[in-house]
């Protein structure tokens, strides 16, 4: 097996807003058991997530999604790397999104005990280098609630 091969990406990724994104998913997928992102563009100034809920969750609740993200990052949560097998993978992780061409070796990004989710994407080492997550602004149609946000370094 070539290691590079796996752990190469396949695009260009800002590491904080990266794993913001990460800490971003686990906590929707705990505050409103929906899973995670199904189509996110993530970018070093700005990014979006969505996520398809039945009702729009309301400020009050979008605000508390960035309190518990930002509480999250506050820990100091390393960040690792684990090559698995598909089969391993698989009770660990949803890999509904892994595409058929997958290699049998399966590369596990945890976010501490927070999170974890199969992912070829660069991360930092440690949620304190992600920096202060904003909720930007929101927007929910059709079942469908589209957050925008930024990481800004801690001053």
Do not use: W
Not at 77 to 105: G, M, N, W, Y
Not at 109 to 121: H, Q, T
Request: proline letters at 5%; aromatic letters at 6%; one cysteine or more.
């Amino acid at each position: 097996m070539d290691t590079n091969e796996i752990n190469t990406p396949k695009k260009d990724y800002f590491p904080p807003m990266h794993t913001a994104e990460h800490i971003l998913n686990q906590t929707m997928v705990r505050m409103f058991h929906c899973g995670r992102s199904r189509n996110a563009h993530i970018e070093k100034k700005k990014s979006k997530c969505d996520y398809f809920l039945p009702d729009d969750p309301g400020e009050e609740c979008l605000t508390e999604v960035e309190r518990r993200v930002n509480e999250v990052i506050d820990r100091h949560l390393p960040v690792t790397i684990a090559f698995v097998s598909r089969e391993q993978a698989a009770d660990l992780v949803d890999l509904s999104k892994l595409p058929e061409e997958a290699k049998d070796t399966i590369r596990i990004v945890r976010v501490g005990d927070y999170d974890a989710c199969a992912c070829i994407g660069e991360h930092v080492k440690n949620t304190s280098e992600i920096g202060h997550f904003t909720l930007l602004n929101h927007d929910y149609a059709d079942g469908r609630l589209r957050l925008r946000f930024k990481v800004a370094p801690i001053s």
